[in-house]
């Protein structure tokens, strides 16, 4: 239920990206295998003569085509002291390359209607080109252009990191961007987890040139990477594209180990105060891997919880029953190291405390009980239903056949995902919910909240 | 549950080539439905659209369309509760609502074998909704909350709302959609039901339908629902108070320690696509797009790449509206650049313009990026629908807006700078500030 305002943000610069937390939606909705010739049904493995592999997805009825890729190795691979690396270099893939500079780069696609992202998030370097099918040729190049020759012009990077450091001097007054920034830099002290994507006010000033170019060879590579395209392209003009804009990398990325790691801090709260009529409440706990085979009876559990419908628990008791909140949700977030189930809410600060223990009783309460049979089976219908509307447009199938890729669940995780949702018994969903909510939360509030301070030996 | 539907900031276009086959018909009860196919998945985009907004309230209970479009999630005599939302739930749907100044709209995406049962549900919702006070109380707490975190928490929409009002020295959409916070907080359960009884009725809305489906099945099961709702109130023309002669430039300043990012806005009261001459609202479009559309734009190369005096620049054109459009431009200025200096180099981008115009090269350049727009729009059912939607909501046709390529492809050069000569004009504007501290900013300028 939202409203439409009628005046426009004026500042587009960065923001402070919480695409973790988005991106963690994707895989669970799956793709229609009983249904009519839909977008995608008709997934095609295609692997190119120089050994590149994409998922493609033929749809010739409206002439355009979206490629979506992804490097693994995101804010992750970030030097020591330089956080933000990554964001930095993803902003610039799009200005001066090769022969062009930034103005005729950016020309350039404008003349064809060329749309040409690239993106950061702590595990991947991201990137999603649309082009109407008239354009391809000069869309591939530019596309090539970017991973391949990047110019790192010195104007054009002092820019980028000016609008990074205005969008991170925001991000000091803001309280979801504090709330979220506390949450991760606890529960990950030490781990590159804990480090913002966007860096910080003291690591983006020491980026230097030779970081950006550094971390382009170290981390673009075809060993990392994920492709998949989608509309008005067969398979033999995409094996050309994939040889043409991806043969030139390097065939294996330099990335730094990452350990794996859980969430510390449960138990723990941290206030911190801001001068807003609103606090911001975050909070979160340790998840269940990917691969783990609980996770789908933990995916069900939390779409219970707190997932995308009008009818989770937080929803109805933090919303629907008391008013306390416009939006209350949380999401499972699986990373390649990590595991979590993060949420969030917002709420005046004279009923913040109130706010908090509601959402703490209600995953206890899960955690204790289980879901009822009623719940369980509802929540599987929706999941089992929903996927089809994920698939709709030419980008957001791409952007889930990486996904896909990347969780390295295979083509046939489509036919095999509404099987694994109708196994989850209730005693599985009972005894998943005690392992995924029992173990504690760190909660983070941003505000003024009445009654509620900073737990021992976290105040800051 | 986060979805923000802005009415401006991009151009309303429609379908270029190969469009869909769109079709329109009125029921009995003066219902219209809109079916615009796109066979590519098995899902379906419902929307109702409701010719009532912020705009359409009486003075002293702003918020009042946007809080009724909540309560409408209350539940109804034969659906009580939330049986409706729990019903798109458990069919593996979404649906949310929204509310602008002139219309107020509510969809579900579903599998397409559920359309009817949508429709049925919301044909039951239009004239049957149950209110009580033990649900409309905590509803109103949910909505201030909302203001809360889309307003009160944010200084740069707290800015916005006093330059909205500062715009229009008469007309309603100078009231922000939310409500101001005070008369929010006094709205009640009756004004909510006449509200509801005066506007809620099927001639006084729009059913769009996207998706895998044919154009005489939807009609059939639009008989079946929506033509079972009998008209309950004639609507009156939408007559608005009009803006007087605006002589006077305006400015306003908002300060808040909390602004790290200062910036400039600036709003022209312009025509809305409804309201404009033939062609003009487009050469608006192009001339959008041409100034400040993006890192290709003028403002952008002047300011943010030569100059090198902002981190940002920009301007669109909001024109899908029943009464009034606004062109705005806005700024953000460099450390050590005070938001004058901005100003001054975003009006020296708008004086070439309206004296030396756009070239060749730029209409050309804007007619392929807009008329590229409306193709990559067809690949996405729900920005179909919604574009459709908005436009009839507000004044306009089918047949408009499938216009809308060809209108941008008729542009000249000549009118793009007769449109900038005739609308960037400073005494139908208004500058807004945002600033850390007044006093701050006093010395800076």
């Known amino acids: 239920m939202t409203i439409a305002l009628r005046s426009d943000a004026p500042v587009r610069a960065k923001t402070v990206s919480r695409r973790a937390i988005v991106a963690i939606a994707l895989p669970f909705l799956t793709l229609a295998v009983s249904a009519a010739p839909a977008l995608a049904t008709t997934i095609e493995r295609v692997v190119s003569p120089g050994g590149i592999e994409a998922w493609l ?112 001097r925001r991000a000091t007054t803001s309280p979801s961007d504090i709330a979220n920034r506390r949450w991760w830099e606890t529960a990950f002290a030490g781990h ?177 009980d289980g879901p009822t049979a009623e719940e369980l089976a509802k929540a599987k219908s929706y999941l089992n239903s929903s996927f089809a509307l994920n698939l709709d447009t030419s980008s957001k199938v791409a952007a889930l056949l990486v996904q896909l890729q990347r969780d390295d669940l295979g083509m046939d995780y489509i036919s095999r995902r509404q099987g694994m949702i109708d196994a989850v018994t209730i005693d599985d969903a009972k005894r998943v919910a005690k392992r995924l909510l029992a173990g504690g939360l760190l909660v983070t509030v941003v505000g003024k909240p009445e009654g509620l301070a900073s737990t021992a030996g976290t105040a800051h | ?127 049957d909704l149950v209110l009580t006070d033990d649900v409309v109380r905590p509803e109103l707490n949910v909505v201030l909350e909302e203001q809360n975190m889309r307003v009160a928490n944010n200084p740069a929409a707290r800015l916005g709302e006093q330059t909205d009002a500062a715009l229009y020295l008469n007309h309603p959409y100078g009231r922000p959609v939310i409500g101001w916070r005070h008369e929010i907080e006094q709205l009640t359960r009756d004004d909510a039901l006449t509200f ?10 729009v059913v769009i339908v996207a ?83 993006g890192p290709n734009s003028r403002m ?13 620049a920009g301007a669109y054109y909001s024109g899908t509206a029943l009464d009034y459009g606004k062109f705005g431009v806005y700024g953000a200025p460099k450390p050590g650049v005070t938001l004058h200096q901005v100003e001054d180099g975003i009006d020296a981008v708008l004086g070439d313009v309206i004296a030396h115009g756009i070239t060749a090269d730029e209409l050309g350049r804007a007619k392929t990026r807009l008329i590229a727009d409306a193709v990559y729009a067809q690949d996405n059912q729900a920005t179909l629908a919604r574009w459709y939607g908005a436009a009839i909501a507000c004044g306009q046709t089918v047949a408009m807006v499938r216009a809308w390529p060809d209108q941008i492809r008729a542009v000249t050069a000549d009118a793009v700078q007769d449109a900038a000569r005739q609308w960037l004009d400073r005494r139908r504007s208004v500058t807004g500030y945002l600033v850390k501290s007044l006093q701050s900013e006093e010395k800076h300028s």
């Not at chain 1, 950061?120 to 970017?146: I, W």
């Not at chain 1, 509309?231 to 050309?240: L, N, Q, S």
């Not at chain 2, 080539?17 to 615009?36: K, Q």
């Open chain 1, 57 to 168: 997805v033929r749809e010739p009825a409206i002439p355009l085509i979206a490629v979506d890729f992804s490097f693994t190795g995101g804010s992750v691979q970030d030097p020591a002291g330089k956080a933000g690396t990554a964001d930095l270099v993803a902003s610039l893939l799009d200005d001066g390359v090769g022969d062009f500079d930034s103005k005729t780069f950016h020309d350039r696609l404008e003349r064809k209607a060329i749309e040409l992202n690239f993106s950061a998030d702590r595990e991947s370097l991201h990137g999603s080109l649309r082009t109407l099918t008239e354009n391809r040729d000069e869309a591939f190049e530019d596309l090539r252009l970017g991973l391949n020759a990047p110019r790192f012009d010195a104007a054009d990077v002092e820019l980028n990191r000016a609008q990074i450091l205005s969008g991170l």
């Open chain 1, 192 to 368: 590159p987890y804990g480090r913002p994507v966007t860096g910080t006010l003291e690591s983006v000033p020491a980026i230097t040139i030779d970081d950006l170019k550094t971390y382009v060879k170290r981390v673009l590579a075809r060993g990392n990477l994920k492709v998949a395209i989608v509309g008005d392209i067969d398979a033999e003009t995409a094996k050309t594209m994939l040889d043409r804009v991806f043969g030139g990398l390097p065939a294996q990325p330099d990335l730094i180990p990452i350990e794996a790691a859980s969430p510390q801090g449960l138990g723990n709260r941290i206030v911190v105060n801001l001068d807003v009529p609103q606090a911001v409440v975050e909070f979160g706990g340790a998840g269940i891997a990917r691969k783990d085979p609980d996770f789908m009876a933990a995916y069900i559990v939390n779409h219970i919880l707190g997932g995308g419908s009008f009818s989770s628990r937080l929803y109805q008791e933090v919303r629907e029953k008391r008013g306390l909140a416009y939006s209350v949700y949380d999401s499972l977030l699986w990373l390649d190291h990590s595991a979590l189930f993060l949420g969030a809410t917002a709420t005046r600060d004279d009923r913040a405390s109130e706010t908090l223990d509601i959402v703490q009783k209600e995953i206890h309460r899960l955690a204790t």
């Open chain 2, 1 to 127: 549950m986060l979805m923000l539907v802005l009415t401006g900031g991009v151009a309303c276009a429609a379908p270029a080539s190969a469009e869909p086959d769109v079709t329109d018909f009125t029921l009995p009860n003066g219902l219209e439905v809109v079916v615009i196919p796109d066979h590519r998945a098995p899902v379906v985009t419902h929307m109702i659209w409701y010719k009532v907004g912020g705009a359409d309230e009486t003075a002293g209970k702003s918020g009042i369309a946007h809080f009724l479009e909540h309560l409408m999630f209350k539940g109804t005599e034969k659906n009580p509760g939330d049986a409706f939302s729990a019903d798109v739930a458990e069919i593996g749907g979404q649906e949310n609502a929204f509310t602008a100044s002139d219309y107020t709209g509510f969809y579900q995406r579903v599998p397409r074998e559920h359309l009817k049962e949508m429709m049925a549900l919301e044909a039951d919702r239009m004239t």
């Open chain 2, 196 to 205: 509801y009884r005066r506007f809620y009725t099927p001639n006084n809305a």
């Open chain 2, 211 to 293: 998706g895998d489906v044919a154009a005489d099945e939807v009609k059939a099961d639009a008989e079946a629902t929506y033509g079972k709702v009998a008209v309950r109130a004639e609507i009156a023309p939408r007559n608005r108070p009009k803006e007087p002669v605006q002589e006077a430039p305006r400015t306003v300043t908002l300060a808040d320690s909390r602004v790290e990012q200062p910036t400039v806005t600036r709003d022209y009261l312009v025509p809305s696509e409804t309201t404009a001459k033939p062609g003009e609202s487009e050469a608006l479009d192009v001339l959008a797009h041409v100034i400040g559309s």
């Open chain 2, 300 to 312: 952008y190369r002047t300011l943010v790449v030569d100059k090198a005096i902002a981190l940002n």
